[in-house]
């Protein structure tokens, strides 16, 4: 059965909400201006700042969702959901074929990240998705019944760093 998204995702005027959370969307100039600033100026301690919080607004978002939703029973189904979420909310593709519960890697050929650091600021030297990275982390300890933190997700390859595709390994902390 199809989740029906008019009861999942709902606006009104500038507001949108997704289960009951309200969801905030931001144009690559602000997301890539905020993770410049972090990392500039917060070196490593900015970076993990972007994927924790990201991790944190996922894991709540995901099991308000899937919480709500009786007829996503299937691991398949669920991981199937969040890919088509994060396209929805133009954050770009993600393939989870690779992934279990212990952890896995998964893919990612086009990324609203990339796109706009490359638009921005060109080729950088070491993997920039680190909103991506909260995200899986986030959303997979959801799928998993998993506490908060219990995923390490690490960039391995990144199109930001000129690299063909967003390779993210996963593991158990």
């Known amino acids: ?6 009861n ?38 900015g970076v993990e700042l972007m994927v924790r919080s990201a991790e944190e607004a996922c894991y709540a978002g995901f099991k308000s969702l899937f919480g709500q939703l009786d007829e996503l029973r299937t691991i398949k189904s ?11 909310c133009g954050l770009g593709l993600i393939d989870f074929e690779k992934i279990s519960s212990k952890g896995g890697t998964i893919s990612s050929v086009s990324s609203h990240h990339v796109t706009g650091w490359l638009a921005k600021h060109g080729r950088r030297k070491n993997p920039g998705c ?10 997979l300890e959801v799928i998993y019944n ?28």
């Open 1 to 6: 059965m199809v989740p029906d998204w008019r």
């Open 8 to 45: 999942a995702i709902t606006r009104e005027g500038s507001r949108i909400t997704l289960s009951g959370l309200h969801v905030a969307m931001h144009c690559h100039h602000y997301n890539i201006n905020l993770q410049k600033m972090l990392e500039d100026h917060l070196g490593e301690q």
């Open 78 to 88: 669920k991981l199937e959901l969040f890919a088509s979420h994060f396209q929805s």
């Open 130 to 139: 680190h909103f991506a990275r909260g995200w899986i982390a986030g959303v």
């Open 146 to 173: 998993r506490p908060l933190n219990y995923y390490l997700v690490e960039e391995e390859s990144c199109k930001m760093a000129g690299d063909p595709q967003c390779l993210f390994k996963i593991s158990e902390r």
